[in-house]
């Protein structure tokens, strides 16, 4: 049974290059993809300043959320607490939206 096992996995192991050969050759004669150059692949990184930019705008997106949670907790609040007594007692309030 070990030995099935043993031939099972490396006619699986065999084969999986030949799957994946095709897809390998698109890839390297495409000459289009990032951090290639010729056949041969490099990493890639940002700046310092691509770097600053994105934790900046990091930094700005936080802010604004923790702004929206604030004024919405601030706008809503309220309203929640005085809406407890007809959750409780299950009884439909009348929405009127206001322009």
Not at 63 to 76: D, H
Request: proline share 7%; hydrophobic share 45%.
């Amino acid at each position: 049974m070990t030995k099935i096992r043993t031939i099972a996995a490396a006619a699986v192991a065999a084969a999986v290059p030949v799957f994946l050969l095709p897809t390998a050759q698109a890839l390297a004669g495409t000459g289009h993809g990032a951090g290639q150059h010729a056949g041969t692949f490099w990493d890639q990184t940002q700046t310092l300043a691509g770097q600053q930019a994105t934790f900046i705008k990091g930094g700005s997106d936080a802010g604004r959320g923790a702004a929206e949670l604030v004024s919405s907790a601030y706008l809503g609040g309220p309203q929640a607490i005085l809406d407890i007594p007809a959750h409780v007692l299950g009884l439909p309030k009348p929405l009127e939206y206001l322009p």
